[in-house]
């Protein structure tokens, strides 16, 4: 028999059902054997006393998106990638964003472009259908979902990407038909662009009323609005960044009647809140915009409610970077530019995991099989990536972290590897870090980077498992 090619030792063994004591034989970037006493590798990884859990699968992210309005993402898909292994991160699924007026075919080929030979882990795509046009909705969306691309976001605000109700309707259409995974964002688009005008008007244009903007009210009616119409068309949906109470009423009242109603959310709506926006006038503030905004104390003790209590499916980043100086970033408009034009969006891909896990798994507020069921399982199913990636079997990749547990990591941005300039999270002390992340029985992580750029491989997605999309008997001819 060929000798494995690694062996973890002594492993505190994770996933999102159990947890148990085993050694970790890998071959050919596949996990090979589960057991104690498994023969020797050819390289050998001591974890003893260490938690051993599936690489996370950042289901939300952001690389190297065009923006238009100047900006530029700081992140590409070779600084995004190698910051989400030192993370603990080994699949990301970023955004291939149609422009109005683009077909989603060039959509997809420009990011395949932007990827190129760049990405240190694996990676999927979700499109983000801007443009639903017959052709989109008859040919194009159809036969992506069938070349794997069986997932894509749809936006009801921001004037470049939001589609109205009927596109919405007809969108969906085609996800229930052909299978596919639906993520929605839910602010309501008018509310904020009345409230907008009047706070501008009145000079009340810094930061901070960038969360004035966008009350949860908003973000109530758009979820309530999109699970009306998802009930109408009978297809599963996902809600993505869900920020607080209302939205989270919504969604549960959907759970409560059977609808197939997911949620996401993200570190900012548990660990910020709207004075992180800023309690003056003062610019820095901008480095926490993002949308839907981060809220209280008490919305974020309901967040940690909704990961205990099941509400959650997904805790992706939403890492979406633009660096605070310089001139295509948060201060692209100037320092003086009003919220309206700020960027939105916040760095997360590689503080995510080790977030959750020192504050929720460690302080007892969340189980560890839970962590990772929201950090890779369930993304890995919605997704259409399960069993190869989200779990620890035989058979599956070899997608890992070993964990340092129990001593401080004081968090700073110069720890991190992102091209961003700031973290949202420097101050805060960890009690945990990613001591090693593999992916594919690689090290890529030990405490310096060290996978290859290029050696990420693109993942058609199946689409998502039958439980998932599960569909109710309707008597309308959909
Ligand atoms: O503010 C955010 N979340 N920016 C990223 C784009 C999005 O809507 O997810
Ligand atoms: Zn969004
Ligand atoms: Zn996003």
Redesign the pocket.
Known sequence: MQPFDTVIRNARVVTAADIFSSDIGIRDGRIAALGLDLAAGLTEIDAAGRHVTPGGIDSHV?FDQPTGDGLVMADDFSSGTRSAACGGTTTVIPFACQQKGQTLRAAVDDYHRRAGDKPVIDYAFHLIVTDPTPEVLREELPALIAEGYTSFKIYMTYDALKLNDREILETLSVARREGAMVML?AENSDCIAWLTERLLAAGLDAPRYHATSRPMLVEREATHRAIALAELVDVPILI??VSGREAIEQIRWAQSLGLKVYAETCPQYLFLTADSLGCDDGFDGAKCI??PPPRDAANQRIIWDGLENGSFEIFSS?H?PFRFDGPDGKKAHGEQASFDKVA??IPGVETRMALLWSEGVRTGRITAQSFVALTSTNAAKMYGLYPRKGSIAIGTDADLVIWDEGQTVHLTNAMLHHNVDYTPYAGMQLTAWPAMTLSRGEVVWNGEPQGQAGRGRFLACERPAPAQVRRRQTELPL
Request: charged share 10%.
């Open positions: 952001h964002h993505v960044h993002c949308s939403d979406a939105n969006g």
